[in-house]
């Protein structure tokens, strides 16, 4: 059996107590190569991605009739928890720009009903 205190020869030294690693201790001095968890997500990525363009739709189609409820549950996993809604249609811009468009709303407002008023008292 080997000893729980050694990687690959080289001494671990643990917490008595807790058995935790102590800091400062080094199981993998290599390491992994810098940029290789980086490379292998965005290959991977790439491959889903390739995939969904080949099967993508008829995945779905398939999920769709034969798992309604799991069709369901892959639409709301890709759904944001979250939605920012923007209902303030006047967000950013300044009072003299909203004052500015309330003049307009009003002339127009103002134009429309004389016509109206010109309208039917013509045709009376």
């Known amino acids: ?9 080289q001494t671990v030294k643990r917490d008595p107590k807790t058995g935790q690693l102590l800091p400062g201790v080094v199981l ?4 992994r190569p810098k940029g290789s968890r980086n490379k ?3 290959d991977f990525v790439a491959a889903l991605v ?13 999920c769709l009739e034969e798992s309604p409820a799991a ?6 996993a890709v759904i944001p928890k979250e939605l920012t809604i923007k209902t303030d249609a006047f967000d950013g811009l300044s ?14 407002i103002a134009a429309s009903q004389g016509s109206r008023d010109e309208a039917t008292a013509t045709a009376h």
């Open 1 to 9: 059996m080997s000893d729980p205190n050694s990687n690959s020869g």
């Open 28 to 31: 993998n001095p290599a390491g």
């Open 95 to 108: 009072d003299d720009e909203i004052a500015a468009l309330v003049s307009v709303a009003r002339t127009a």
């Open 50 to 62: 390739d995939h969904w363009a080949e099967n993508g739709k008829a995945a779905l189609d398939g």
């Open 71 to 76: 069709y369901c549950r892959v639409i709301a």
């Open 40 to 42: 292998l997500g965005e």
